[in-house]
């Protein structure tokens, strides 16, 4: 018998029930404070963001309910949004009486201890200070994961970056004929990969946005360019950071920016930029339908978090100070896409 | 002064004719004995694969007029199918006098002197039978190039592999403001990558072709598997045939995957064989309306040129043999997709 908590009961949360199901845990799905209008649909007939019944194995528990959610479970997931993430941690680790393996499915950065950092940082730092002496057992959930494609049971791959054979025991309850499980060491590769392509995700997303509505031309050759740079700065970052290049010439990266690029929510709020809709008002037009797009409060988190790498990194990632310069210096969108080009590529 | 001969007047050797005549140089287009049609109609006005206009600078040259065409001229670019290959170079070789840059668009193997070789391998050794004392003046050209889109001066970026300052110092009469060229010395890298990437581009296409027409239903994160597997077995094959990984991982290789892909004559191939038209057929199909799907007869070669790399390199390229299976030995293209994710990925 195997009993899971998951925190977060939005697209990746609900969505990865399914395979836990599958292979017979008892899922308890806690819902944040944000969370209640899914719970309530789901609890009635549907999920709400996933359009179909969660598995029967799936109990569902309110945001007041944390304590009983995490009570007597082998392990955790964690799916909140990264702007959740420090407040529901520190209320899991006041709950956890010693060590817990964690698997966290959230993407992008945190401000703690005065600076930003990667999520997995942060919940080192903090699980430590409660437990200098137990063992911080964690895996960072990455890859080519669509959630609703994934609780449909499409074909899936995915990348756990783990530090800890106890979490490679527990595969098992994830592995299934539809979803199968790479793992690497690498999890500042990973977990940086995630948060990342949901930021050049983005920049696709503006290009079609941008060049899609040109009708009768094509612009495939510039857009291979921007997907090609994309995946450069990811490249850089990651080991300015201390992973591994390779990491992201794989399915962490290259990957999950193929599929992040192609649909959802970051590169629908590209999309909306490239159609001159200014930043701040494609986020609320969305939030008003109750989608997040991640990749922008990534950015902001991460321009900040790439500054702290320090080397002078963002000289060497033309494409993401475009971005910067397109979402937070409200810069013409056109003439930034096509002053990349002619100041950056291949000069 | 330049002057410039450009062998094959279909869709590259047109398209190069671009940059090249916007950097002044005059340009001697020679069309094949396949080509007549297209300099006829060039001639009276628009190039039919092209739909525009040639720049003025360009003069055509029937396929009699080989050596009127090469005669004088600065450099030499070989656009024609690698089918045609051989029987052009050796016609151009009797005409050379002397050493002469040569760039190559062409993409994929020829057979010669008994086994399947990259072109550049047979191009030096025919070169140098005739010539062993003069210099082998070489450059690959590869990246992500649509041809028509390079015509319409859409932002363009390519790679072009080379041996000898000789070419760096041509690059000039190449490179625009919407036409960007990067240098490497991987040359094996850059010709491999252009014609596997053919090949992968053709599975892609099946995927489309087979899960497109699932109606309300999503597999992106399928395909993704299926274009980061694609990555990783150009990359292997490179690596086996001397080439860098790196090269793949950049615009030769995940870039020009990524617009071929997208658009063009291999995926539309593997469209067909997605919905059920068998290879021959479908080849047959697109020939009929001057189309060529090159990936199809890269692949046949291909799987030669892989046998002759040895180390049952092939056993680690499932994807490559699924599409050998689908393509050449008729399986059935549902069952081999779909065990190709069962038996390979991430097991």
Redesign the interface.
């Known amino acids: 018998m195997c009993r899971v908590a998951v925190l977060g009961a939005g697209y990746m949360g609900s969505a990865i029930t399914f395979p836990l199901a599958d292979n017979g845990a008892d899922i308890n799905l806690w819902g944040t404070w944000l969370d209640d209008d899914i719970l309530e649909a789901s609890h009635r007939g549907e999920h709400p963001k996933l359009k179909k019944k969660l598995p029967e194995k799936v109990s569902l528990f309110y945001s007041q309910q944390l304590e009983e959610a995490v009570k007597e479970v082998d392990f955790i997931l964690i799916a909140v949004s990264s702007e959740g993430f420090l407040t529901i941690f520190q209320k899991l680790l006041e709950t956890l009486q010693t060590e817990q393996p964690l698997f966290t499915l959230t993407k992008g950065f945190v401000e703690y201890d005065g600076r930003i950092m990667r999520i997995h940082d942060a919940a080192f730092d903090l699980f430590k200070k409660k437990f200098p002496h137990e063992n911080f057992i964690w895996a960072s959930v990455g890859g080519?994961?669509?959630a609703?494609?994934?609780s449909?049971k499409?074909?899936?791959?995915t990348v756990f970056g783990i530090n800890s054979p106890r979490i490679q025991k527990l595969l098992r309850f994830f592995k299934a004929?539809y979803y199968?499980?790479?793992v690497t060491d690498d999890i500042a590769g990973v977990e940086l990969s995630s948060a990342f392509k949901n930021v050049y995700a983005i920049a696709l997303g503006i290009f079609d946005g941008l060049y899609g509505t040109m009708k009768g031309?094509?612009?495939?050759?510039?857009?291979?360019?921007l997907?090609?740079q994309a995946?450069?700065e990811m490249?850089i970052i990651v080991e300015a950071a201390g992973g591994r290049k390779a990491t992201v010439?794989?399915?962490a990266g290259?990957?999950?920016l193929?599929?992040t690029s192609?649909?959802g929510r970051n590169r629908r709020f590209g999309e909306y930029i490239g159609k001159y809709i200014r930043a701040e008002e494609a986020y609320n037009l969305m939030l008003r339908e109750g989608e997040i797009a991640e990749g922008y409060k990534a950015m902001g988190l991460g321009v900040e978090f790439l500054k702290g790498l320090g080397n002078n990194l963002l000289e060497n990632l033309p494409l993401f100070r475009t971005l910067d310069r397109i979402l937070f210096l409200d810069k013409d969108v056109s003439d930034e896409i096509?002053g990349f080009?002619?100041r950056y590529?291949?000069?």
């Not at 499409?154 to 791959?157: F, I, K, L, S």
């Not at 031309?217 to 360019?225: D, V, Y």
């Open positions: 080519p994961v669509k609703v494609e994934l449909n499409v074909p899936t791959g004929e199968r499980v790479a031309r094509l612009f495939h050759n510039f857009k291979a360019l997907f090609n995946i450069q490249a010439f794989d399915l290259l990957g999950d193929y599929v192609s649909s096509e080009f002619r590529i291949l000069r």
